[in-house]
């Protein structure tokens, strides 16, 4: 397993380990993730691959008795040191969770959320800004435009999940951290949030877990292998799924296990 | 205690039908229970009932109808002189044979001394009659059903269904209850309104339910108003819930938002130990503690408060009321789903910003139901107020001022001895009716609310 040079790397870990109380969840993970790209993290349920993702936005923090060790950096800065300020640091990583969790709120609402709580906008005019350029991004806005006061609850299950990208995009991450995004939508809602994946790919670093090889194949430029908590290879997708070097993540690929 | 004897026979014979019943079963089709339609415990089942029922409801009948009967028999044969006597009279006569013949008391007469015997032996007879009845009721129902019992009886589908009409009975009753409850307040509340006009009731703004009792009496004339008592009432209640209401959500809050498990394990049950305390000791709490508390520090500060100050029992009622804000909105805080949560802290938001912006707007709907039933909870409370709010009905926005309310005028209208015709003590019933309607509607509206969120996040 090769390193790229840190400067290439937006996300670096080093030997990172998760404990759940007696649970070792993470094992010695290495990883680098390359700025604009989409790295796919892919492993049978219970691998590790969603604790590896919480733990690049400390969304861990909010499980008790969960605890992180090793290094991981963003842009070179340790992600858990103690002068890190949890929020600034999810300003600068979103994430879109497994099911679609608009807030009860407006479609607008929802949006603004973030820019509001950061105070990113210096007056209404600079959030209108925000708001109709976040739809766009997430290709949500020409089915929205008309409704923005209608609660996002009463948003089909794929526009719900692109409400969501569209609220993750309106802070200005650098990193989009994704939880199996598409899991909980139908193959058409799935084609366009993949379709928006590839193009978010331009001005944002991604990282998603997906349970879907095929979604990991199309959408991804790296992947990661991970198995019963350890990362067992990554490599080029391409390479992954033509080519992979471990037994495992080709018994895993082909479909034998997982 | 022959009748404890018969109940107890009866009960054998049916433990005794339901052996019966599952041998026969098993016996009809040789010990291969999986060719008969319904299973052994089910034939069983149908035999024993077959046997209890019918003597049961020979026993319910002569227990509902035996006093009815031995009066009238009883009375039948008395000498004609005693069946001259008025009514009242006569009941003195009837309940002293009764006692004679019961308990042993000795008899004030010959005639009552026969009549006592005659309504002995009568009771005696009729008595073993039943018995044999019920008895011979129970065997042939047993022998009838056992009898019936055949490879493909449906003996299952026959018990679903009784106990199907159990099940409707036993849920009838409360609701049955409720009904007679409404009705009895309804019929009591009309015949008060063909006293007082309903306008003068729900609008007049005096307060003085007095009747006379000769028509010359200084001070004759009641008057019935009762916005006085409404506006007490809510003057209470609104303090109650000023109270309680921001304590009760700050600390569904914590509890729910904050505090580690161990602390929320020990301090929840012992908020709720509030809602345990008996509301007379709040009363006492209202009018010993606090009233004078508050007269004094009033007074301290040049403020005149009456010793029964709307104030003492509403700051009482609202720490009564605490754990039912706190634990409703704590349930449906903690019943948020966790992702929206998530949602909020990966966008960078903060604890109090999550809970403030997020959290308790989509909790909002059950933290309203949770208010309102508290609210209507407010209403209805009655021993704080008698003990703390005093009896006078005045129309007055002050807290610091004595008031009155609904629940406490009930309960002064209905104590002591009352006649059940004047406009005094039924006016009690035209104020439950309006309190009952207030409570029902907030206990609907609220309910509704709270059914409604439900169903958003299953």
Redesign the interface.
């Known amino acids: 397993m090769t390193h790229l040079p840190s400067r290439l790397a937006k996300v670096s870990a080093r030997d990172v380990n998760v404990h759940y109380g007696e649970k070792h969840a993470l094992k010695h993970v290495d990883l680098d993730i390359r700025a604009n790209e989409v790295t796919a993290l892919i492993g049978p349920s219970g691998c590790g691959k969603s604790t590896f993702l919480r733990c690049i ?1 400390r ?1 861990n923090d ?1 499980i ?1 008795n969960a605890h992180v060790s090793g290094a991981l950096t963003l842009d070179g800065q340790d992600i858990y040191d103690k002068g890190i300020d ?6 600068r990583v ?2 879109v ?1 497994q ?1 679609p ?5 407006s479609i607008f609402d929802n949006v603004a ?2 820019p509001r ?2 105070g990113l906008a210096r007056d209404q005019a600079e959030l209108d800004e925000i708001v109709m350029t976040s739809l766009e991004k997430a290709g949500l806005l020409t089915e929205v435009r008309d409704r923005l006061d209608e609660p996002g ?1 009463g948003l089909s299950g794929g526009q719900q999940q692109r409400l ?1 990208i569209a ?2 995009i309106a ?1 200005s991450p650098e990193l989009i951290l994704m939880d199996e995004p598409c899991s909980a939508l139908d193959p058409i809602a799935t084609a366009k949030v993949e379709e928006l994946i590839d193009e978010l790919r331009e001005n944002y670093t991604i990282v998603i877990v997906t349970h879907s090889m095929q979604q990991a194949a199309r959408v991804s430029q790296r992947t990661a292998f991970f198995h019963l908590g350890e990362l067992v290879e990554v490599a080029d997708t391409e390479q992954i799924f033509t080519n992979p070097q471990h037994p495992l993540t080709q018994g895993y690929i082909t479909g034998r296990f997982g | 205690m022959t009748l404890f004897i018969l109940t107890v026979v009866l009960l054998a014979l049916t433990v005794l039908g339901y052996r019966l019943g599952r041998g026969r079963a098993l016996a009809v089709v040789e010990g291969h229970p999986r060719q008969l339609h319904s299973l052994p415990s089910y034939h069983g089942y149908w035999v024993a009932l077959w046997c209890g029922l019918p003597a049961l409801a020979v026993i319910s009948a002569w227990l509902a109808f035996e006093p009815a009967l031995l009066h009238a028999l009883v009375l039948a044969a008395l000498p004609a002189e005693l069946q001259a006597l008025s009514d009242e009279r006569l009941a003195l006569v009837y309940n002293e044979v009764r006692n004679v013949a019961r308990h042993g008391h000795p008899a004030s007469s010959a005639a009552v001394a026969e009549a006592a015997r005659h309504y002995a032996s009568l009771r005696q007879i009729l008595f073993i009659s039943v018995a044999t009845g019920a008895l011979a009721l129970a065997v042939a129902g047993l022998a009838h059903a056992r009898a019936r019992i055949t490879v493909s009886l449906r003996t299952r589908n026959r018990v679903e269904t009784i106990i199907r009409v159990f099940l409707i009975a036993a849920s009838l009753v409360a609701i049955l209850t409720t009904v007679g409850i409404v009705l009895s307040l309804l019929f009591e509340s009309i015949r008060f309104f063909q006293a007082v006009s309903i306008w003068e009731f729900l609008f007049g703004t005096s307060w003085s339910p007095q009747m006379a009792i000769r028509s010359d009496q200084v001070g004759s004339s009641g008057a019935f108003g009762a916005v006085p008592l409404f506006a007490g009432t809510l003057l209470i209640a609104g303090i109650a819930m000023i109270v309680a209401v921001p304590l009760g959500l700050l600390s569904a809050v914590y509890m729910s938002e904050y505090a580690a498990p161990k602390f929320r394990a020990i301090a929840k049950p012992l908020l709720e130990v509030l809602a345990g305390i008996p509301t007379v000791v709040y009363g006492f709490f209202a009018a010993l503690t606090v009233a004078p508390f508050l007269r004094d520090a009033g007074s301290a500060i040049g403020l005149s408060v009456a010793s029964e100050s709307a104030l003492a029992a509403g700051l009482v009622m609202g720490i009564m009321i605490i754990p039912f804000v706190s634990s409703l909105a704590d349930d449906v805080i903690t019943a948020v789903p966790q992702s929206l949560r998530e949602g909020s802290y990966g966008l960078g938001a903060t604890k109090s910003e999550t809970i403030t912006q997020v959290v308790l707007p989509a909790a909002l709907p059950g933290i309203v139901g949770g208010v309102l039933l508290a609210a209507s909870r407010a209403i209805g409370e009655t021993m704080i107020v008698v003990m703390a709010a005093g009896l006078a009905a005045n129309l007055t926005a002050n807290p610091l001022e004595a008031v009155t309310t609904v629940t406490t005028q009930i309960v002064t209208l209905l104590v002591g001895d009352q006649e059940f015709d004047s406009p005094k003590t039924l006016a009690a019933f035209a104020l439950g009716l309006v309190l009952f309607t207030v409570t029902l509607a907030l206990n609907v509206v609220a309910l509704s609310i709270v059914n409604r969120y439900r169903e958003k996040y299953d």
């Open positions: 936005n969304m909010q008790e949890v929020v600034q640091l999810r300003a979103g994430m969770f099911k969790n608009p807030f009860p709120k959320y973030g709580i950061h609850t969501c609220r993750a802070v």
